[in-house]
């Protein structure tokens, strides 16, 4: 988005080295994204907004749709293939081709509502996953698991009427986008942390609040909103995890999705910004994921 922008092409390069330096590189399928249709797209965004957002599209420079989120003339193919990396994950993982996935994108997506892109988000990747396991596959309920510092405001405006989806998350607040408090529910689970908060406060939201309603929607299929910020590494906001609560919460994902969902889990980078943190933690979220 700019030179001096968090959301930059080095996160992915970090992700990359990380996974070649601890031996995970050359045990993992790969597969190139594909570029989202319109259609997929159609099921979580209006579609006036995506006429908007394609004429918008610069042919060269910068075009700033609020101060922190910028389009430049490539940015839409690679919004588009970050959200096609949740179909083809949630085809490979349904499919029994792949046992889970994870899919290191950028742009991240979970802030773009239904009509309106925000917080560094174009399309709401987890959402288009998720909306692609419900009407092609035909599953009857998914949940969405969202650990980013930020709280998914973009997959709650998608999904708040949906009752074929559950929403449980952890956020800092008061913080950006200051949402997530009005209109709980029960399914949407959604548990402001303030800041200071580190991995007792996690545990503590997870086992209480998340697993409860995880106990009785019974989903048949797991999406992850994994964003790494809430690490007391990551200088953008003020929770206080470390690495092994990265790790716990992880565990705790397959946990749930082997008793409720026949282990399937599609998991999507959102933030993480400190980039030494962002790829160890990274890593080892997908070490747990190839666990046996």
């Excluded at 009509?115 to 035909?138: P, T, W």
């Excluded at 908060?197 to 299929?221: C, H, K, Y």
């Excluded at 470390?242 to 790790?247: H, L, S």
């Amino acid at each position: 988005m700019d030179s001096w922008h968090p959301e930059s092409p080095a996160r992915l390069r970090a992700i990359e080295q990380a996974l070649v330096a601890g031996g995970l590189r050359e045990r993992l399928l790969r597969f190139e994204a594909p570029l989202a249709t319109r259609a997929q797209l159609e099921r979580v965004h209006d579609p006036r907004y995506l006429d908007a957002i394609e004429a918008a599209a610069p042919q060269s420079g910068l075009v700033h749709l609020d101060p922190d989120t910028a389009l430049n003339p490539h940015t839409l193919t690679a919004a588009r293939r970050a959200a096609g990396a949740a179909v083809l994950a949630t085809d490979l993982v349904i499919g029994g081709k792949a046992n889970n996935a994870f899919c290191a994108v950028r742009p991240p997506g979970h802030h773009a509502e239904r009509g309106r892109a925000m917080g560094f988000c174009f399309f709401n990747n987890v959402a288009v996953g998720a909306a692609h396991a419900l009407e092609q596959h035909g599953l009857a309920r998914v949940a969405i698991v969202d650990f980013d510092v930020h709280h998914g405001n973009g997959t709650e405006d998608i999904f708040r009427d949906d009752g074929r989806v559950l929403m449980v998350s952890t956020f800092q607040h008061p913080f950006y986008p200051g949402s997530g408090i009005a209109g709980r529910s029960g399914r949407m689970v959604n548990i402001p942390l303030p800041a200071g908060s580190g991995g007792a406060e996690l545990r503590t939201a997870v086992e209480r609040q998340w697993l409860p309603a995880i106990e009785s929607f019974r989903p048949q299929m797991l999406f992850v909103s994994a964003g790494f910020d809430a690490h007391r590494e990551d200088g953008m906001a003020g929770l206080q995890w470390v690495d092994g609560d990265y790790q716990w919460i992880t565990r705790w994902i397959k946990s749930a999705a082997a008793e409720f969902a026949g282990g399937r889990i599609v998991s999507l980078l959102e933030g993480g910004y400190e980039l030494s943190m962002l790829a160890r933690n990274v890593a080892s979220h997908i070490a747990v994921l190839m666990e046996g």
